[in-house]
């Protein structure tokens, strides 16, 4: 209890220095945070240090507190910690441009492809963070990006920063350049690698 106590206090201390807040702000940010913590299943000390890596990074105390409650909603599903999650989800903000607003559609979609293909979603949220800037800059959006990376590991039930790997290595060498389509991994022309509506792909999986 004293050691919870302590985290607490420490976390607290932490985001009212970084975001220059008062006193009593960070009193009602407290019970907030508490109301929402117990909500989610969560803990306040979750909530908190969830909230204090978003004010790290310079976001107002309000979105650090939104974008914490993310954190630990997807802390719970992928039993991690909730300053390990709030890093996923900006390394996937940051990637994939995804508003604020449609944040928990997304680790919902997270959650529901993990449990389809029985990834673990821990797994899958780590080998995402690592592959997700290459994925987003070759055009392959969150959805098709998180089903790829469960429907590869639940084949090969390899670790997930192996699979980050290959999959950020096969995305470099297919690209879409001057029209046509290289691929060094089967060097298919652009006609036979063109799509049912006569488009190029952006991204190649095998």
Not at 54 to 66: A, D, I, M, V, W
Not at 156 to 171: F, G, M, Q, W, Y
Request: charged residues 20%.
């Amino acid at each position: 209890a004293a050691q919870y106590v302590s985290d607490l206090d420490r976390s607290w201390t932490n985001i009212m220095m970084v975001s220059g807040q008062t006193r009593d702000t960070m009193n009602h940010f407290a019970k907030t945070a508490n109301q929402v913590a117990q909500r989610l299943g969560g803990t306040t000390v979750q909530m908190t240090e969830a909230t204090k890596v978003f004010t790290q990074q310079g976001y107002s105390l309000e979105k650090s507190s939104q974008l914490g409650e993310y954190a630990v909603h997807l802390a719970n599903v992928s039993e991690q910690d909730s300053a390990t999650a709030s890093d996923e989800i900006t390394a996937y903000m940051n990637a994939f441009k995804i508003p604020l607003d449609d944040l928990g559609n997304a680790i919902s979609k997270w959650a529901a492809v993990a449990n389809a293909t029985a990834v673990d979603v821990e797994e899958l949220s780590v080998a995402s963070q690592k592959a997700a800037s290459v994925a987003a800059t070759v055009g392959v959006d969150l959805d098709q990006f998180a089903g790829h990376i469960a429907a590869i590991e639940s084949v090969t039930r390899e670790a997930p920063e192996n699979i980050a790997d290959k999959v950020a290595n096969i995305l470099y060498n297919c690209m879409v350049k001057a029209g046509s389509f290289f691929c060094d991994k089967c060097k298919l022309d652009a006609d036979i690698s063109k799509l049912d509506d006569n488009s190029l792909p952006t991204y190649w999986i095998h």
